[in-house]
Protein backbone atom coordinates (compact mmCIF):
# COMPACT_ATOMS: atom_id res chain seq x y z
CA UNK A 1 0.00 0.00 0.00
CA UNK A 2 2.63 2.56 0.88
CA UNK A 3 5.24 1.55 -2.02
CA UNK A 4 7.33 4.94 -3.39
CA UNK A 5 5.53 6.76 -0.67
CA UNK A 6 7.82 8.43 2.26
CA UNK A 7 6.39 8.85 5.86
CA UNK A 8 4.56 11.85 5.05
CA UNK A 9 2.52 10.87 1.83
CA UNK A 10 2.02 7.29 3.73
CA UNK A 11 0.22 9.53 6.97
CA UNK A 12 -1.81 11.61 4.20
CA UNK A 13 -2.96 8.99 2.45
CA UNK A 14 -4.06 7.21 5.76
CA UNK A 15 -5.90 10.52 6.58
CA UNK A 16 -7.69 10.44 3.23
CA UNK A 17 -9.09 6.61 4.02
CA UNK A 18 -10.11 7.96 7.50
CA UNK A 19 -12.34 10.67 5.77
CA UNK A 20 -13.39 8.03 3.10
CA UNK A 21 -14.58 5.64 5.52
CA UNK A 22 -16.30 8.25 7.46
CA UNK A 23 -17.94 9.35 4.36
CA UNK A 24 -19.22 5.44 3.36
CA UNK A 25 -19.92 4.37 6.93
CA UNK A 26 -20.92 7.15 8.93
CA UNK A 27 -21.98 10.01 7.54
CA UNK A 28 -25.74 9.42 6.39
CA UNK A 29 -28.10 9.47 9.12
CA UNK A 30 -31.53 7.46 9.42
CA UNK A 31 -34.51 9.26 9.09
CA UNK A 32 -36.58 9.74 12.07
CA UNK A 33 -40.21 7.43 12.68
CA UNK A 34 -42.32 8.07 15.80
CA UNK A 35 -40.50 5.37 18.09
CA UNK A 36 -37.66 5.46 17.41
CA UNK A 37 -35.23 6.77 20.03
CA UNK A 38 -35.10 10.34 21.10
CA UNK A 39 -31.97 10.86 22.94
CA UNK A 40 -30.90 13.62 25.27
CA UNK A 41 -27.85 14.39 23.97
CA UNK A 42 -25.14 13.10 22.06
CA UNK A 43 -22.13 12.97 19.58
CA UNK A 44 -22.37 15.76 16.30
CA UNK A 45 -19.14 15.03 14.31
CA UNK A 46 -17.97 14.63 10.81
CA UNK A 47 -14.81 13.30 9.56
CA UNK A 48 -12.67 15.91 11.14
CA UNK A 49 -12.70 14.66 14.48
CA UNK A 50 -11.57 11.17 13.25
CA UNK A 51 -8.58 12.63 10.65
CA UNK A 52 -7.47 14.69 13.81
CA UNK A 53 -7.76 11.79 16.23
CA UNK A 54 -5.77 9.40 13.87
CA UNK A 55 -3.38 12.09 13.34
CA UNK A 56 -2.94 12.11 16.81
CA UNK A 57 -2.49 8.21 17.18
CA UNK A 58 -0.23 8.11 14.52
CA UNK A 59 1.66 11.24 15.60
CA UNK A 60 2.10 8.90 19.10
CA UNK A 61 2.47 11.54 21.42
CA UNK A 62 0.00 10.85 24.04
CA UNK A 63 0.62 13.22 26.46
CA UNK A 64 -0.44 17.03 25.49
CA UNK A 65 1.04 18.15 23.08
CA UNK A 66 1.06 20.34 20.00
CA UNK A 67 -3.44 20.00 19.59
CA UNK A 68 -3.64 20.89 23.50
CA UNK A 69 -1.80 23.89 22.64
CA UNK A 70 -3.81 24.47 19.74
CA UNK A 71 -6.94 23.83 21.54
CA UNK A 72 -6.43 26.08 24.47
CA UNK A 73 -5.75 28.96 22.00
CA UNK A 74 -8.96 28.40 20.89
CA UNK A 75 -10.48 28.56 24.03
CA UNK A 76 -8.94 31.37 24.56
CA UNK A 77 -9.67 32.99 21.53
CA UNK A 78 -13.50 32.05 21.88
CA UNK A 79 -14.14 32.99 25.55
CA UNK A 80 -12.09 35.76 25.24
CA UNK A 81 -9.50 34.77 27.93
CA UNK A 82 -6.58 35.29 28.92
CA UNK A 83 -5.35 31.77 30.62
CA UNK A 84 -7.10 28.31 29.68
CA UNK A 85 -5.96 25.01 31.31
CA UNK A 86 -7.37 21.77 29.63
CA UNK A 87 -8.04 18.96 31.98
CA UNK A 88 -9.47 15.83 32.34
CA UNK A 89 -13.47 16.12 33.23
CA UNK A 90 -15.50 19.45 34.04
CA UNK A 91 -15.53 17.86 37.31
CA UNK A 92 -11.52 17.87 37.46
CA UNK A 93 -11.88 21.34 36.20
CA UNK A 94 -14.43 22.32 39.26
CA UNK A 95 -11.73 20.58 41.37
CA UNK A 96 -8.72 23.06 40.12
CA UNK A 97 -11.19 25.91 40.46
CA UNK A 98 -12.06 25.86 43.92
CA UNK A 99 -8.41 24.50 44.87
CA UNK A 100 -6.95 27.43 43.61
CA UNK A 101 -8.33 29.69 46.07
CA UNK A 102 -6.80 27.57 48.61
CA UNK A 103 -3.54 28.09 47.22
CA UNK A 104 -0.43 29.71 49.28
CA UNK A 105 -0.12 32.16 46.39
CA UNK A 106 -2.82 33.37 47.53
CA UNK A 107 -3.42 36.51 49.79
CA UNK A 108 -4.28 35.44 53.19
CA UNK A 109 -7.55 38.03 53.87
CA UNK A 110 -8.89 36.41 50.77
CA UNK A 111 -7.57 32.46 50.51
CA UNK A 112 -10.23 29.66 51.67
CA UNK A 113 -8.76 27.75 54.89
CA UNK A 114 -10.92 24.48 56.22
CA UNK A 115 -13.69 26.10 58.09
CA UNK A 116 -14.36 29.28 55.55
CA UNK A 117 -18.16 29.33 53.71
CA UNK A 118 -18.75 29.10 49.99
CA UNK A 119 -22.22 29.89 49.01
CA UNK A 120 -23.69 27.63 46.56
CA UNK A 121 -26.80 25.44 45.84
CA UNK A 122 -28.17 22.00 46.58
CA UNK A 123 -29.86 21.78 43.45
CA UNK A 124 -26.53 21.35 41.32
CA UNK A 125 -24.72 18.78 40.07
CA UNK A 126 -22.49 17.16 43.38
CA UNK A 127 -19.24 18.02 41.70
CA UNK A 128 -19.89 21.97 42.17
CA UNK A 129 -20.09 20.88 45.95
CA UNK A 130 -18.09 17.75 46.36
CA UNK A 131 -14.44 20.19 46.11
CA UNK A 132 -15.60 22.13 49.05
CA UNK A 133 -16.89 19.59 51.37
CA UNK A 134 -13.46 17.37 50.51
CA UNK A 135 -11.27 20.52 52.05
CA UNK A 136 -12.97 21.00 54.88
CA UNK A 137 -15.12 24.35 53.72
CA UNK A 138 -18.50 24.99 54.61
CA UNK A 139 -21.00 24.69 51.69
CA UNK A 140 -24.17 27.23 52.17
CA UNK A 141 -27.12 26.54 50.55
CA UNK A 142 -29.70 28.82 49.58
CA UNK A 143 -32.85 28.30 47.55
CA UNK A 144 -33.07 28.34 43.51
CA UNK A 145 -35.76 30.11 41.53
CA UNK A 146 -38.46 28.32 39.22
CA UNK A 147 -38.79 28.93 36.58
CA UNK A 148 -34.85 29.74 35.67
CA UNK A 149 -33.85 26.98 38.14
CA UNK A 150 -30.75 29.24 39.34
CA UNK A 151 -29.92 31.16 42.91
CA UNK A 152 -32.40 33.13 44.46
CA UNK A 153 -30.16 36.41 44.61
CA UNK A 154 -32.53 37.67 47.26
CA UNK A 155 -30.91 35.41 49.66
CA UNK A 156 -27.33 36.30 49.04
CA UNK A 157 -27.56 38.62 51.73
CA UNK A 158 -28.84 36.64 54.78
CA UNK A 159 -26.46 33.53 53.36
CA UNK A 160 -23.60 36.03 54.15
CA UNK A 161 -20.74 35.37 57.48
CA UNK A 162 -18.13 36.60 58.55
CA UNK A 163 -16.40 33.10 57.27
CA UNK A 164 -17.66 33.61 53.86
CA UNK A 165 -15.00 33.64 50.74
CA UNK A 166 -16.77 32.68 47.40
CA UNK A 167 -19.90 32.16 45.87
CA UNK A 168 -19.58 28.89 43.60
CA UNK A 169 -22.48 28.24 41.01
CA UNK A 170 -23.95 27.03 37.85
CA UNK A 171 -25.42 28.55 35.30
CA UNK A 172 -28.32 26.03 34.99
CA UNK A 173 -28.66 23.46 31.85
CA UNK A 174 -27.11 26.69 29.81
CA UNK A 175 -29.06 29.39 31.24
CA UNK A 176 -27.37 31.87 32.92
CA UNK A 177 -27.79 33.00 36.59
CA UNK A 178 -28.20 36.66 37.51
CA UNK A 179 -24.71 37.29 37.04
CA UNK A 180 -25.15 41.88 37.47
CA UNK A 181 -26.29 40.91 41.21
CA UNK A 182 -24.36 38.22 42.31
CA UNK A 183 -21.33 39.76 40.99
CA UNK A 184 -21.99 43.08 42.18
CA UNK A 185 -22.62 40.71 45.72
CA UNK A 186 -19.21 39.65 45.72
CA UNK A 187 -17.47 42.86 44.67
CA UNK A 188 -19.61 44.29 47.72
CA UNK A 189 -18.14 42.05 50.24
CA UNK A 190 -14.74 40.94 48.45
CA UNK A 191 -15.54 37.27 47.60
CA UNK A 192 -14.59 34.83 44.79
CA UNK A 193 -16.79 33.81 42.27
CA UNK A 194 -16.49 30.65 40.34
CA UNK A 195 -18.61 30.05 37.69
CA UNK A 196 -19.46 26.58 36.94
CA UNK A 197 -19.82 27.13 33.02
CA UNK A 198 -20.01 23.24 32.28
CA UNK A 199 -23.48 23.04 30.82
CA UNK A 200 -23.14 26.73 29.39
CA UNK A 201 -20.55 26.85 27.35
CA UNK A 202 -20.98 29.69 24.37
CA UNK A 203 -24.02 31.83 26.79
CA UNK A 204 -23.32 34.99 27.21
CA UNK A 205 -24.22 38.15 29.71
CA UNK A 206 -24.87 41.88 29.65
CA UNK A 207 -23.92 43.97 32.14
CA UNK A 208 -23.14 47.86 31.87
CA UNK A 209 -23.90 47.25 28.40
CA UNK A 210 -20.69 44.53 28.08
CA UNK A 211 -21.47 41.70 26.54
CA UNK A 212 -19.47 38.60 27.84
CA UNK A 213 -19.06 35.01 27.26
CA UNK A 214 -20.33 33.37 30.62
CA UNK A 215 -17.86 32.12 32.68
CA UNK A 216 -15.43 34.61 32.06
CA UNK A 217 -17.55 37.28 34.33
CA UNK A 218 -16.48 35.88 37.48
CA UNK A 219 -12.85 35.02 38.46
CA UNK A 220 -12.75 31.54 36.98
CA UNK A 221 -14.92 30.15 34.75
CA UNK A 222 -15.41 25.86 34.59
CA UNK A 223 -16.35 23.87 31.48
CA UNK A 224 -16.91 20.04 30.33
CA UNK A 225 -16.50 18.68 27.26
CA UNK A 226 -17.93 15.07 27.96
CA UNK A 227 -19.60 13.48 25.34
CA UNK A 228 -23.40 15.14 26.36
CA UNK A 229 -21.93 18.77 26.54
CA UNK A 230 -21.51 21.68 23.80
CA UNK A 231 -18.90 20.12 22.10
CA UNK A 232 -16.40 17.29 23.54
CA UNK A 233 -13.44 15.32 23.32
CA UNK A 234 -14.77 12.17 25.34
CA UNK A 235 -13.85 13.12 28.85
CA UNK A 236 -12.19 16.51 29.48
CA UNK A 237 -12.72 20.03 30.67
CA UNK A 238 -11.02 23.13 30.98
CA UNK A 239 -10.61 25.99 33.48
CA UNK A 240 -9.85 29.93 32.39
CA UNK A 241 -9.27 32.92 34.22
CA UNK A 242 -8.03 36.67 33.68
CA UNK A 243 -6.06 36.38 37.08
CA UNK A 244 -2.20 34.90 36.18
CA UNK A 245 -1.98 33.36 39.88
CA UNK A 246 -5.00 31.46 39.67
CA UNK A 247 -4.21 30.28 36.38
CA UNK A 248 -0.59 29.53 37.93
CA UNK A 249 -2.31 27.75 40.73
CA UNK A 250 -4.60 26.08 38.76
CA UNK A 251 -1.86 24.74 36.90
CA UNK A 252 0.50 23.43 40.01
CA UNK A 253 -2.60 21.77 41.25
CA UNK A 254 -3.22 19.96 37.69
CA UNK A 255 0.23 18.99 37.29
CA UNK A 256 1.11 16.97 40.60
CA UNK A 257 1.47 20.12 42.56
CA UNK A 258 4.86 21.55 41.15
CA UNK A 259 6.04 24.64 41.10
CA UNK A 260 7.68 24.47 37.46
CA UNK A 261 5.65 25.37 34.72
CA UNK A 262 7.35 23.76 31.70
CA UNK A 263 5.51 23.00 28.63
CA UNK A 264 5.62 18.35 28.22
CA UNK A 265 8.38 17.76 26.92
CA UNK A 266 10.44 20.85 27.13
CA UNK A 267 12.74 21.72 29.95
CA UNK A 268 14.47 24.65 31.36
CA UNK A 269 12.21 27.14 29.68
CA UNK A 270 12.79 29.71 32.61
CA UNK A 271 16.39 29.34 32.45
CA UNK A 272 16.75 29.41 36.18
CA UNK A 273 15.84 25.38 36.22
CA UNK A 274 19.30 24.66 39.00
CA UNK A 275 19.58 28.25 40.79
CA UNK A 276 16.30 28.44 42.33
CA UNK A 277 16.47 28.47 46.42
CA UNK A 278 12.95 26.65 47.76
CA UNK A 279 11.11 25.81 50.92
CA UNK A 280 14.52 24.12 53.07
CA UNK A 281 15.60 22.03 49.76
CA UNK A 282 19.35 22.09 48.44
CA UNK A 283 20.05 25.66 46.76
CA UNK A 284 19.73 24.77 43.46
CA UNK A 285 17.77 21.73 43.14
CA UNK A 286 15.80 20.63 40.08
CA UNK A 287 13.13 22.94 39.41
CA UNK A 288 11.32 20.20 37.73
CA UNK A 289 10.51 18.45 41.31
CA UNK A 290 9.80 21.00 43.21
CA UNK A 291 6.20 21.12 44.27
CA UNK A 292 5.11 24.08 45.84
CA UNK A 293 0.88 22.60 46.36
CA UNK A 294 -0.25 19.11 47.17
CA UNK A 295 -1.96 18.51 43.74
CA UNK A 296 -2.97 15.62 41.33
CA UNK A 297 -2.44 14.57 37.67
CA UNK A 298 -5.96 15.59 35.92
CA UNK A 299 -3.74 16.36 32.18
CA UNK A 300 -5.12 15.77 29.17
CA UNK A 301 -4.11 13.50 26.02
CA UNK A 302 -3.10 14.98 22.97
CA UNK A 303 -5.37 12.35 21.18
CA UNK A 304 -8.26 13.90 23.04
CA UNK A 305 -7.36 17.58 22.39
CA UNK A 306 -7.56 16.47 18.37
CA UNK A 307 -10.90 15.54 18.65
CA UNK A 308 -11.73 18.60 20.62
CA UNK A 309 -9.78 21.11 17.88
CA UNK A 310 -11.77 19.69 15.05
CA UNK A 311 -15.39 20.06 17.73
CA UNK A 312 -14.05 23.85 18.76
CA UNK A 313 -14.55 25.14 14.98
CA UNK A 314 -18.41 23.78 14.84
CA UNK A 315 -18.97 25.31 18.25
CA UNK A 316 -20.61 28.06 17.25
CA UNK A 317 -22.68 26.27 14.77
CA UNK A 318 -23.86 24.01 17.84
CA UNK A 319 -24.80 27.09 19.81
CA UNK A 320 -27.24 28.41 17.85
CA UNK A 321 -28.58 24.83 16.82
CA UNK A 322 -29.23 24.61 20.73
CA UNK A 323 -31.07 27.59 20.80
CA UNK A 324 -33.07 27.29 18.03
CA UNK A 325 -34.29 24.17 19.38
CA UNK A 326 -35.07 25.02 22.52
CA UNK A 327 -37.20 28.84 20.90
CA UNK A 328 -39.01 25.88 18.87
CA UNK A 329 -39.74 23.47 21.62
CA UNK A 330 -41.06 26.67 23.90
CA UNK A 331 -43.35 27.79 21.11
CA UNK A 332 -44.81 24.88 20.50
CA UNK A 333 -45.46 23.94 24.31
CA UNK A 334 -46.65 27.78 25.01
CA UNK A 335 -50.08 26.11 25.11
CA UNK A 336 -49.72 24.14 28.06
CA UNK A 337 -48.19 27.28 29.96
CA UNK A 338 -51.60 26.81 32.33
CA UNK A 339 -50.46 22.98 33.23
CA UNK A 340 -46.22 23.62 32.77
CA UNK A 341 -43.90 26.21 33.72
CA UNK A 342 -41.43 26.56 30.90
CA UNK A 343 -38.13 28.37 31.78
CA UNK A 344 -37.34 32.09 31.88
CA UNK A 345 -34.25 34.07 30.94
CA UNK A 346 -32.64 36.80 32.76
CA UNK A 347 -33.25 40.36 30.66
CA UNK A 348 -29.86 40.16 30.20
CA UNK A 349 -28.72 36.45 29.48
CA UNK A 350 -28.48 34.90 26.01
CA UNK A 351 -28.61 31.03 26.98
CA UNK A 352 -26.60 28.37 25.59
CA UNK A 353 -29.23 25.80 26.01
CA UNK A 354 -27.91 22.08 27.18
CA UNK A 355 -31.53 20.96 28.09
CA UNK A 356 -34.84 22.77 27.98
CA UNK A 357 -36.18 22.31 31.56
CA UNK A 358 -40.44 21.90 32.28
CA UNK A 359 -41.84 21.96 35.73
CA UNK A 360 -45.48 20.83 36.06
CA UNK A 361 -48.21 22.94 37.78
CA UNK A 362 -50.98 21.50 40.24
CA UNK A 363 -52.67 18.63 38.63
CA UNK A 364 -50.36 17.47 36.64
CA UNK A 365 -48.01 14.48 37.72
CA UNK A 366 -44.21 14.92 36.63
CA UNK A 367 -43.82 10.88 37.25
CA UNK A 368 -46.43 10.46 34.56
CA UNK A 369 -45.38 12.83 31.62
CA UNK A 370 -41.81 11.23 32.55
CA UNK A 371 -42.83 8.21 31.96
CA UNK A 372 -45.04 8.74 28.76
CA UNK A 373 -42.25 10.29 27.44
CA UNK A 374 -39.63 7.56 28.58
CA UNK A 375 -41.93 4.79 27.35
CA UNK A 376 -41.82 6.36 24.03
CA UNK A 377 -38.02 5.90 23.78
CA UNK A 378 -37.65 9.86 24.40
CA UNK A 379 -35.12 10.40 27.13
CA UNK A 380 -35.65 12.59 30.00
CA UNK A 381 -33.42 13.72 32.84
CA UNK A 382 -34.15 14.80 36.65
CA UNK A 383 -32.33 18.46 37.73
CA UNK A 384 -29.28 16.62 38.47
CA UNK A 385 -29.67 16.30 41.96
CA UNK A 386 -32.70 17.98 42.51
CA UNK A 387 -31.87 18.58 46.42
CA UNK A 388 -27.83 16.94 47.35
CA UNK A 389 -28.67 17.39 50.90
CA UNK A 390 -31.32 14.78 50.20
CA UNK A 391 -28.97 12.24 49.17
CA UNK A 392 -27.14 9.39 50.79
CA UNK A 393 -24.36 11.20 50.47
CA UNK A 394 -25.16 13.11 52.77
CA UNK A 395 -26.92 11.45 55.39
CA UNK A 396 -23.98 11.41 58.17
CA UNK A 397 -24.40 15.20 57.76
CA UNK A 398 -27.80 15.64 57.74
CA UNK A 399 -28.20 13.28 61.46
CA UNK A 400 -25.24 15.66 62.77
CA UNK A 401 -26.31 18.85 61.37
CA UNK A 402 -22.72 19.36 60.68
CA UNK A 403 -20.27 20.31 57.98
CA UNK A 404 -23.18 22.68 55.87
CA UNK A 405 -25.49 25.49 56.33
CA UNK A 406 -29.25 25.83 54.62
CA UNK A 407 -30.27 29.36 54.56
CA UNK A 408 -33.97 29.55 54.76
CA UNK A 409 -36.44 26.59 53.41
CA UNK A 410 -35.17 25.48 50.13
CA UNK A 411 -38.71 25.37 48.91
CA UNK A 412 -38.15 25.42 44.96
CA UNK A 413 -35.11 23.19 45.79
CA UNK A 414 -37.65 20.53 46.61
CA UNK A 415 -40.12 21.46 44.19
CA UNK A 416 -37.56 20.28 41.69
CA UNK A 417 -37.67 16.39 43.13
CA UNK A 418 -41.37 16.27 42.56
CA UNK A 419 -42.09 18.42 40.04
CA UNK A 420 -39.23 19.22 37.12
CA UNK A 421 -37.43 17.02 34.70
CA UNK A 422 -35.92 18.25 31.25
CA UNK A 423 -35.50 17.33 27.91
CA UNK A 424 -32.75 17.53 24.87
CA UNK A 425 -31.93 20.50 22.68
CA UNK A 426 -28.69 19.39 20.93
CA UNK A 427 -27.67 19.99 17.68
CA UNK A 428 -28.27 15.87 16.05
CA UNK A 429 -31.85 16.82 17.54
CA UNK A 430 -33.91 17.07 14.27
CA UNK A 431 -37.44 18.67 13.78
CA UNK A 432 -39.64 15.56 13.80
CA UNK A 433 -38.11 14.22 16.88
CA UNK A 434 -38.90 17.23 18.74
CA UNK A 435 -42.41 17.61 17.24
CA UNK A 436 -42.89 14.17 18.60
CA UNK A 437 -41.58 15.21 22.27
CA UNK A 438 -44.03 17.95 21.67
CA UNK A 439 -46.88 15.49 21.00
CA UNK A 440 -46.12 13.14 24.03
CA UNK A 441 -45.69 15.54 26.10
CA UNK A 442 -48.93 17.75 25.15
CA UNK A 443 -51.05 14.04 25.32
CA UNK A 444 -49.71 13.10 28.69
CA UNK A 445 -50.07 16.64 30.20
CA UNK A 446 -53.68 16.00 29.08
CA UNK A 447 -54.11 12.82 29.77
CA UNK A 448 -51.63 12.90 33.13
CA UNK A 449 -53.42 13.78 36.08
CA UNK A 450 -51.77 13.92 39.39
Not at 137 to 145: E, L, N, R, S, T
Not at 162 to 190: M, Q, W, Y
Not at 292 to 310: E, R, W
Amino acid sequence: MFENMDEKQAKERILELVAEYYNKYQSESKAFEPGDSVRYAGRVYDEEELVNGVDSVLEFWLTAGRYTLELENALKEYLDSKFVALTNSGSSANLLAFMALTSPLIDKERRIYPGDEVITVAAAFPTTVTPILQFGAVPVFVDIKIPNYNIDVSQLEAALSDRSKAVFIAHTLGNPFNLKAVKSFCEKHNLWLIEDNCDALGAEYTIDGVTKKTGTIGDIGTSSFYPAHHMTMGEGGAVYTDNPILHRAMLSYRDWGRDCHCLGGHDNMCGHRYDGQYGELPKGYDHKYVYSHFGYNLKVTDIQAAIACAQIKKLPGFVDRRRENADYLRQQLLDLEGKIYLPEVDENANPSWFGFPITVKEGVSRDAVVQALESNKIQTRMLFSGNLIKHPCFDEMRASGQGYRVIGELTDTDRTLYETFWIGVYPGMKKEMLDYTVKVIKDAVHGGKG
